[in-house]
């Protein structure tokens, strides 16, 4: 059965490096009675419930087992997503394609300021007999694949850390950003080596926050307040686990995941018929490499459009004008909803100081992070 299915509630926390005024519960409940009130209904009237949740980086066992409360959900379905954002919102918007459900709830949270040592969390996804054993820190995987990636398509470590400043600049017009800063890219080039060539100033800081988004069918949307965004279509991927099989030089899961979701809003020409895009930029490298596998670029091409002006909030394609990870902080799985929460409030003329000149159809896509090769995409659109 082919139903529309639209956004028609957005809550969120605001961004914050860290949060000691409040319990992920806390932050919870904040984000969920914001996104009740966006959509004008009460809790009793969802009929699923998406908690996107990866146990390691909760610190707490089966932790959606701690979320029912806050969101109003006690004794109705709430089904955790282990995985990227935006595979929980695919996971909401199918159940509500199926035609047995009408109205569904997606949440997310991170708490990264309760995480003292993320990159032995981190290491857990790595083969546990030929590359955890090494010791080495996760990160020297984005080292290794931004360097193949620099090397196979000709951008440049110069270009990757203009996205620092274009990115962290937008976040200045952010008031939700916990990052926001007037830094130039040659801060980013002096800043102390990670991973080379991957430097401190490329890696998007932690922070705390929460967000929950109420999806429904069009016609329980007809019954809501406010302007609904419409999911067009989604797709999320997974390439292989195993660093050394991997290509280096380009985000497999980026493109498989961005076929699938432009297959479903028939999207023939990405890049004459998507307006604006926030994409995944956890590292600077990975907003260019990103671009170029959703088709937003063509390959190589995606620094030298950037130094064009092409990607800012007034060129032709702007790119995470809400400052993406880099300026809002990166939130681990929550950063997909984030992005898909930017791009629903940019279509709804919500966003603000930040607001684009009219768009019509956005782009969100989400990658779930060193050391992983999963992620996905989301077409959206203001009909």
């Known amino acids: 059965m082919t139903r529309d299915v639209a956004i028609v509630g957005l809550g969120c926390t605001s961004f914050r490096p860290t949060s000691p005024h409040a319990s992920y519960r806390e932050m919870i409940f904040e984000a969920a009675v914001k996104a009740y009130s966006d959509a004008g209904i009460e809790p009793d009237q969802v009929d699923t419930f998406m908690s996107v949740s990866e146990d390691y980086l909760e610190g707490t066992a089966i932790v959606d087992e701690y979320v029912p409360d806050q969101l ?74 931004m360097r193949a990636f620099l090397e196979a398509t000709g951008n440049t470590e110069e270009q990757a850390a203009a996205v620092v400043e274009k990115n962290r600049g937008n976040a200045c017009r952010n008031p939700m950003a916990a990052h926001p800063a007037r830094t130039s890219a040659q801060d980013v080039l ?57 290509d280096w030089s380009r985000a497999a899961y980026a493109e498989e995941a961005a076929r699938q979701a432009y297959r479903m809003a ?28 959703v088709g937003l670029a063509p390959t190589g091409m995606a620094g030298r459009m950037l130094e064009q002006g092409e990607f800012s909030p007034g060129g032709r394609l702007p790119v995470n004008a809400s400052g993406g ?3 809002c902080g990166h939130v681990h799985d929550l950063a997909g909803l984030r992005s898909v929460m930017e791009a629903a409030l940019q279509l709804r003329g919500d966003a603000g100081d930040r607001q684009l000149n009219n768009p019509r159809v956005g782009l969100a896509q989400s990658w779930r992070g060193v050391p992983t090769a999963s992620g996905g995409a989301a077409v959206l659109s203001r009909r």
Do not use: C
């Open 72 to 145: 109003g959900a006690v004794l109705k379905p709430v089904h955790t997503i282990g995985a990227d954002g935006i595979t929980g919102l695919a996971s909401a918007f199918l159940q509500i394609r199926t035609g047995q459900f009408e109205v569904a709830l997606v949440e997310g949270r991170s708490k990264a300021s309760n995480v003292l040592h993320p990159a032995h969390i981190d290491a857990f996804a790595l083969d546990p007999v030929y590359v955890r054993p090494l010791e080495l820190h996760p990160r020297f995987v984005a080292g290794l694949e």
């Open 190 to 246: 002096r800043s102390a080596p990670i991973a080379e060539p991957l430097k401190e100033g490329d890696a998007a800081l932690p922070a705390d926050g929460s967000i929950v988004i109420i999806l429904a069918s069009a016609e329980a949307a007809a019954r809501m307040k406010g302007q609904p965004v419409y999911i067009e279509g989604v797709g999320w991927a997974q390439d292989t686990p195993n660093i050394e099989e991997r």
């Open 266 to 293: 028939k999207i023939s020409d990405p890049a004459g018929q998507i307006q604006f895009a926030e994409v995944d930029d956890a590292f600077a490298y990975k907003e260019l490499q990103h671009l170029e596998s």
């Open 325 to 327: 990870s880099l300026g």
